[in-house]
């Protein structure tokens, strides 16, 4: 048997209720994989907290993330808690929180499972593609920097180093290598999103990009500007497998990436560095629903999904890899069957239902598989 230390960060507004559902599945699955043992502990972060000391991610929480083996977050922020410059108390925690566990890789897949909600009428041949995010420098790395000269001049610096580039196209050319490719060819492709064109700090990313490429001749490679790539993400998603950019670009495409396929509520992410790794839902707190039961889980629990994944890659631990195609196969399973669904996307069940579906779903495939 195989124990994994678990930091989980409910958060704030919907985040403990998407975390509760989560705990469901991720019970689930320990109940089905009894190799897996997950050692899950809670720590509050976040704006409530803020609220009520004056602090976000107090030390203790995160010595925590740094002790465990995974980092699983569900929301953090609320709108009206905010620091004395006016700002919201969510990005200074989030950029820390990277910034301390040194994750340079935002992992966020775009795939559209049959029975989501799609606004597109065409989806060509299938959406199925993983958006990059470089997540330490880019535009970000000017966060709590910048200048302002009085009341008439604001700057902030965007930064492109060549350790941190190569870092996270690596990354994008390896998970490549891991995935099955384009859904209607099978093609494995990294496609570079710049705007080369431009700016300097861009055509450094392009040429480094073409750099760490050459190392991976068996992978197709290409470039695109991003204005061109937010039109070919809605004309032709399926053109696409691993896509990798700047920290702001993937800050806003990976939302439309989310729009595509079903909403933020469809959308999990990771945030992936050379000895930790943090999961969580694309979607904020949603404090107008907090306490009603009614958020949609997926997102986070796919997160989990995701993270089981990682655990498995990192630790050659095939009963998580397996576990973690269990999560995501309930997952599609119950979009697919569409009896149980959260109002977000057309349904009436509640948080909990939902959880309670992909648990039995899993129930289900392990014990047919007996």
């Known amino acids: 048997m195989t ?9 704030d507004g919907i985040g403990p209720e998407t975390m509760a559902a989560t705990q469901i599945v991720l019970d689930r699955v320990v109940a089905e994989f009894p190799n897996i043992q997950l050692d899950c502990q809670s720590h509050r972060a976040g704006a409530e907290l803020y609220r009520e000391t004056g602090e976000t991610l107090p030390k203790n929480v995160l010595d925590a993330c740094l002790a465990a083996d995974a980092v699983l977050l569900s929301a953090i922020g609320l709108p009206d808690v905010r620091q004395p410059d006016g700002t919201e ?34 989806t060509g041949e299938g959406i199925d593609f993983v958006i990059i995010r470089e997540n330490l420098e880019g535009l970000f ?41 384009r859904p209607h060819d099978g093609k494995r492709k990294v496609t570079c999103v710049d705007k080369a ?24 490679h290409d470039a695109v500007y991003v204005d061109a790539m937010s039109l070919y993400m809605v ?50 707190t949603a404090p107008q629903l907090a306490g009603k039961n009614v958020a ?26 397996t576990a973690a195609v269990a999560v995501e196969s309930a997952v599609a399973e119950v979009l697919s069957h569409g009896q149980v669904r959260t109002p977000d996307i057309g349904g009436s069940s509640s948080t909990t239902d939902v959880a309670n579906a992909v648990a039995d779903a899993i129930h289900a495939a392990v014990a047919s598989d007996v």
Request: with cysteine.
């Open 89 to 122: 108390v969510q990005p200074t925690m989030m950029v820390g929180l990277r910034r301390a566990l040194n994750l340079h890789s935002a992992v966020r897949p775009v795939k559209l499972y049959p029975g989501a909600p799609c606004p597109l009428k065409d």
């Open 3 to 11: 124990s994994y230390r678990i930091a989980l960060l409910p958060g």
């Open 296 to 321: 949609n889980p997926l997102a986070t629990i796919l997160s989990a999904g995701m993270m089981l994944d990682w655990l498995g890659q990192t630790h050659q631990d095939a009963n998580c890899i």
């Open 235 to 284: 004309q032709n998603p399926s053109d696409f497998d691993v896509v990798v950019m700047e920290n702001q670009f993937g800050d806003i495409l990976s939302d439309l990436g989310a729009g595509i396929v079903g909403g933020l509520g469809l959308g999990p992410s990771a945030e992936v560095g050379d000895k930790h790794a943090l999961f969580q839902p694309s979607h904020g």
């Open 141 to 181: 790395a000017s966060f709590g920097g910048g200048s302002m000269v009085g009341d008439e001049v604001a700057t902030d610096t965007l930064v492109v180093t060549r350790a941190g580039t190569s870092k996270v196209v690596d990354y994008a050319f390896q998970l490549a290598s891991r995935r099955s490719g």
């Open 197 to 220: 064109n431009v700016f300097r700090s861009m055509a450094f990313f392009r040429k480094i990009f073409h750099d760490v490429a050459a190392k991976y001749p068996d992978i197709e």
